[in-house]
């Protein structure tokens, strides 16, 4: 009996286990100290692993990991939104940048999504607003009244509902989106303006049909400088362009999505006063950053290092002189946007045709064309490159998403491959006249 005994312990010692014979908190936590690019690698391991990576408690966690003031950044990658006039259509491409050359990074140089808006031809009816995680946010470019998510990895498009509150007419509504960590949901937040001429604020929580106004009101205009951090939003705003006289200068309004109320973000205050025009908002390495070139010739980078302190310190201070060409100073001076790539920041002009890329590394300044890589669209149709991280969020959970219209083919690949890169097209009919193939875009995006 006692030999029995013994090999029966022998062999419960010998049983094989595997990783999901841990308790599922465990198996969390293990997994959300994982880098963002190996959790992706892992969901194409085992169906197990995908479901368990995919699942909504996960994803929650991960989402109130990303937007903790205390994670370190996720690498970011770079997509080229395009704006293509005589279709109306929007391109966005996946790129890549080792410090020497600009490239796509998919197969042979292939879309990733293309959106096709319900606008009259020859007319870009929508344009980028932001980019929150790897959602990006367009809206109507005369008032902003519509608007709409898209995930292009993942191929998901999901109509937002319509502003259903007055706006002043010429006034284009302003938007930005964060995550609320007491109720674990998103966000978007709207500021409009009354046919009176005065301010108000809406919230819609992803997933529900209507806007609902709140209190808190923003104290000034906001900017189109504007980034997501910290499951918050935060506008840079220079008041002396407002025509204040009481205040003037550099100024940070961020908007709290758990408390839905705006508030003041503290600045750097030895910025010179004259530099205030020329600086960007953007995240850089998990944080908040303010980069700009100087009345000196220096690229200062201010990062606020620690967001429960607001402790700011000056990272870099560039001398730019010995990498500038002919010219390329006003560029630079006078760049319309600013954004992080793996080894540093971009430089971006308002139609995106030029590019500059600072890498801190290297100490070195790469000036590109984009229209001279890209051959997509005209030499006039604006081009933005957008540094973003990726998620796990899936704009399936949050509503019905656009249809995918099958069988459609455009001038550079045929729809079956387009569809395995995830194409959506929003709104669009195909109509056959002989030969020709017509598009006819419907007046509303269908859900």
Excluded at 3 to 10: G, N
Excluded at 14 to 35: A, E, G, M, R
Excluded at 119 to 134: A, G, M, N, W
Aim: proline share 4%.
């Amino acid at each position: 009996m006692a030999w029995t005994e013994v090999m029966r312990k022998f062999f419960r010692c010998k049983k094989k286990t595997n990783l999901f014979d841990l308790p599922s908190d465990i198996i969390i936590d293990i997994l959300l100290k994982l880098p963002l690019k190996t959790l992706c690698c892992l969901r194409c391991v085992s169906k197990t692993l995908l479901d368990r990576i995919d699942d909504p408690l996960f994803v929650t966690a991960h989402t109130r990991l990303l937007t903790s003031t205390n994670v370190a950044g996720e690498v970011p990658r770079l997509m080229l939104v395009t704006g293509i006039a005589p279709l109306g259509y929007i391109d966005m491409q996946s790129l890549k940048y080792n410090g020497e050359a600009l490239r796509a990074e998919t197969k042979n140089n292939a879309i990733v999504s293309r959106i096709l808006p319900p606008s009259k031809p020859y007319i870009l009816k929508y344009c980028l607003e932001f980019c929150y995680h790897d959602l990006f946010f367009y809206k109507e470019e005369s008032e902003g009244q519509s608007c709409f998510l898209c995930n292009p990895l993942r191929g998901e498009v999901l109509k937002l509902p319509t502003i259903n509150f007055p706006v002043q007419k010429n006034f284009c509504c302003s938007y930005g989106m964060g995550f609320d960590k007491l109720t674990n949901s998103h966000k978007i937040v709207c500021v409009s303006s009354t046919i009176e001429g005065c301010l108000e604020t809406h919230v819609l929580v992803l997933g529900t049909n209507s806007w609902k106004k709140i209190a808190s009101q923003p104290p000034c205009n906001l900017s189109e400088k504007k980034i997501c951090a910290y499951g918050d939003m935060h506008w840079l705003i220079d008041l002396s362009l407002q025509g204040r006289d009481d205040t003037k200068g550099l100024r940070i309004i961020s908007f709290d999505f758990k408390k839905d109320e705006f508030y003041w973000t503290p600045h750097p205050t030895s910025v010179s006063l004259v530099d205030v025009p020329f600086m960007h908002l953007l995240t850089f390495g998990g944080s908040i950053a303010i980069a700009y070139v100087s009345s000196d010739l220096y690229i200062n980078i201010w990062v606020l290092n620690n967001y429960d302190t607001k402790d700011w310190a000056l990272d870099y201070s560039m001398d730019i002189r010995m990498f500038l060409e002919h010219g390329q100073l006003s560029k630079l001076l006078y760049s319309h946007s600013c954004g992080e790539w793996e080894h540093g920041i971009i430089f971006m002009d308002k139609l995106g045709r030029e590019s500059s890329f600072l890498d801190l590394g290297r100490t070195s300044m790469e000036h590109i064309t984009l229209h001279t890589i890209f051959t997509c669209g005209s030499s006039l149709s604006p081009m933005k490159i957008v540094g973003y991280t990726g998620s796990f969020i899936s704009l399936k959970d949050y509503g019905q998403l656009v249809r995918l219209e099958p069988g459609v083919e455009t001038y550079r690949m045929q729809s079956s491959f387009l569809q395995k890169l995830g194409l959506c097209f929003v709104g669009a009919k195909k109509i056959k006249r002989g030969k020709q193939q017509l598009w006819r875009l419907g007046q509303e995006i269908p859900v």
